[in-house]
């Protein structure tokens, strides 16, 4: 969330930056202001009224030392008692509303992100790698997979219902060696530290990552009932990795702090129907390979941009073209500063599809989570910097393999860095 002292401060310009993350800002804002300009008469009352009761206490203690009658102002203090339990019960409530607003309220977007209204205006950085040319008419990776035997929707469909898939033999193989091959190169060449996470995580740690209130339709989740808790089906292993810090205080000498996790992601996809229904590119269940980084604000920057170049590798070592381009205020997410997606060629489909999000958060889940570091020099405290991205998203990754891979016949050739993973096997044939 924002710094409530800089909404205070600087009510117009957080206003102008926001409305260009879509209308309604100065809606969000004032309502919030106005909370706060009441919280703080409240607080000003009340430590008038503490520091009278303090007063008189002194005066009381003086008169009964004297032997004089202090009935009456003991009763007077006894009101001013009253008067301040209230007054403290009217703050918390005070409290209560502006935390409840400030969650509402999006990240300020970097001066670096262009302006304007959705993915149409997003800009492209750069491409690597030339699309493939095809001497027969390429197939989308769900007929590739079906006709191979190794991609089962009804199946999944009958177990579960749509959007789900059942992996079959090399496929299933060839998940797991995607997501080993990122896990080895991320940790023994990217200087990232692997962690294993809860898939389940409570509302405090989905309120502190973002994902509540804004997403809270998108998201499974589960009553525990021995105490009626709620738990939170991961969509991202960036919500336990980034929380993980949580209520901490980092020495600056420790950061920045580069995690990998591999998690399965849960996501309802409401609001897509009609959406990517056709094979795997939209599912309710899909692994994904995650980078998350924690920083000082002076780090987190040069930070993005190696992560982005982290992801990137991926396509690189696997020799699939894929291009980067640089979300507009419209279409990158509430907690984002800045954001790079990387999008992957896919031949069934003939058009470039996201296969990464790279963002910088600055610190806004930071300060929701309350994670600092103590600079070096000395000095206050501040909150740290978060960034996160998919390093990379594994079944769209399989998917991009499939289809830049496949042949004349129906097969598919292992990629070459893929194949120490897969027991040397160089080619995907119909499943017996």
């Known amino acids: ?149 190794l991609l089962d929707f009804e199946r999944a469909t009958k177990i579960a219902k749509s959007r789900f898939t059942v992996l079959w033999s090399e496929a299933a193989r060839l998940e797991r060696a995607l997501t080993q091959f990122m896990l080895d190169l991320h940790t023994r060449e990217h200087g990232y530290t692997e962690v294993w996470v809860p898939h389940l995580v409570n509302a405090h740690t989905m309120l502190g990552t973002g994902q509540l209130p804004k997403f809270e339709e998108q998201l499974f989740k589960t009553v525990e009932p021995d105490d009626n808790r709620t738990l939170y089906l991961i969509p991202t292993a960036e919500v336990p990795v980034t929380a993980l810090h949580a209520g901490e205080l980092l020495a600056e000498a420790s950061l920045p702090r580069r995690y990998v996790a591999f998690t399965p992601s849960y996501r309802r996809e409401a609001g897509t129907y009609g959406q990517d229904t056709k094979g795997m590119i939209r599912q309710h269940q899909f692994d994904k390979v995650e980078l998350v980084k924690i920083t000082t604000p002076a780090q987190s920057y040069d930070e993005l941009e190696s992560m982005v170049g982290n992801a990137e590798e991926v396509l690189r070592r696997l020799d699939i073209p894929y291009r980067v381009v640089v979300l507009s205020t419209g279409d990158m997410s509430p907690n984002a500063a800045k954001t790079y997606d990387i999008e992957v060629w896919l031949p069934g489909q003939g058009k470039y599809r996201e296969i990464s999000s790279c963002s910088n958060c600055e610190a806004f889940q930071a300060r929701r989570l309350d994670m600092r570091f103590r600079p070096a020099g000395g000095g206050k405290t501040e909150h740290c910097h978060t960034l996160n991205g998919s390093g990379l998203a594994v079944g769209r990754t399989l998917i991009a393999v499939l289809e830049n891979y496949q042949e004349a016949d129906g097969t598919v050739t292992i990629p070459e860095a893929l194949r120490p993973y897969m027991n040397g096997l160089e080619r995907l044939t119909p499943r017996r």
């Open 1 to 149: 969330m924002l710094d409530l002292r800089l909404l205070r401060e600087q009510p117009d310009a957080v206003a102008r930056a926001l409305a260009t993350r879509g209308g309604g800002a100065r809606a969000l804002i004032e309502p919030l202001l106005a909370v706060d300009s009441d919280r703080r008469r409240l607080l000003r009352e009340v430590e008038d009224l503490k520091a009278e009761r303090n007063r008189a206490s002194e005066s009381i203690g003086q008169a009964k030392r004297r032997g004089d009658d202090a009935s009456a102002e003991m009763a007077r203090m006894r009101e001013v008692g009253e008067r301040i339990k209230a007054l403290d019960a009217e703050l918390k409530t005070r409290d209560e509303e502006i935390e409840r607003q400030l969650v509402l309220i999006p990240n300020l977007p970097h001066s670096s992100v262009p302006v304007g209204d959705s993915a149409a205006d997003n800009v492209e950085v750069r491409r690597w790698g030339t699309p493939r040319t095809f001497s027969f008419p390429a197939r989308a990776h769900d007929e590739l997979g079906e006709r191979l035997g």
